[in-house]
């Protein structure tokens, strides 16, 4: 399906509303389709989607900005259990879900669908998580 900004990220950037992924808590989720599905156009907040989460990870580390390239380290999340994971969301943590934007979903990365089996899973970001 895709692998794009959120729409309300996108129009985030054209207001300068959008927090500063540098300096910010950013993370990524292991989503499950069955329970929420990648809705990129209507989803803006992390209460939209969290109850889709099969695992979260710690705040993004390693963080770069580069000629709108940005990227971290790649992420492992610890003795996942669940649904399958169908795709990936990337989202601020402002600790209030209902004012958590979303970011980017992804359900195309390589690996995934991947259905978890108790161990851990790494998810790698490749040459950047986004280039925008």
Not at 25 to 38: E, P
Not at 77 to 93: H, K
């Amino acid at each position: 399906m895709a692998q794009d900004l959120y729409t309300s990220y996108k129009e985030g950037n054209l207001d300068s509303s959008n927090p500063d992924l540098s300096s910010t808590n950013i993370k990524l989720s292991l989503m499950d389709a069955g329970t929420v599905a990648l809705t990129l156009a209507t989803h803006d907040f992390w209460d939209d989607v969290s109850s889709a989460s099969l695992a979260d990870s710690a705040n993004l580390s390693g963080k770069s900005i580069t000629a709108g390239v940005f990227d971290a380290t790649d992420v492992t999340w610890s003795s996942v259990t669940g649904a399958t994971g169908e795709y990936v969301a990337l989202w601020q943590d402002t600790a209030t879900p209902s004012t958590s934007p979303l970011i980017m979903g992804d359900d195309t990365a390589t690996g995934l669908p991947v259905t978890p089996n108790g161990g851990d899973i790494t998810y790698t970001f490749g040459t950047s998580i986004f280039t925008y």
